[in-house]
């Protein structure tokens, strides 16, 4: 297997936080326990994005969502720690 030095690192993103995309990212979030407080996927063009690509609501969720390169990005959550829900991005 090809080494992956050439790729960004896998990083765990702060919510509501703003990040711009250098590349295409992949964006993953999961419940992991404790007070589930809505999480939504925003995207767009400006800073700050305003395009929803979906809401986590409930506990046990997950979802998935790809980032176009040069994109903003933002999970929105009531509260910092994500309310029970933990993500991760991967520059592709």
Request: proline share 9%; hydrophobic share 35%; charged share 15%.
């Amino acid at each position: 297997m090809g080494s992956p030095s050439n790729h960004q690192p896998r990083f765990v993103p702060q919510f509501n936080q703003v990040y711009q995309a250098i590349g295409c990212t992949f964006v993953s979030v999961r419940y992991e326990g404790g007070g589930a407080d809505p999480v939504a996927m925003l995207v767009g063009d400006q800073n700050p994005p305003n395009l929803s690509l979906g809401l986590l609501e409930y506990e046990h969720g997950n979802a998935s969502w790809v980032v176009r390169p040069g994109e903003f990005w933002v999970l929105r959550c009531k509260r910092d720690d994500g309310g029970g829900f933990r993500a991760v991005a991967t520059p592709m």
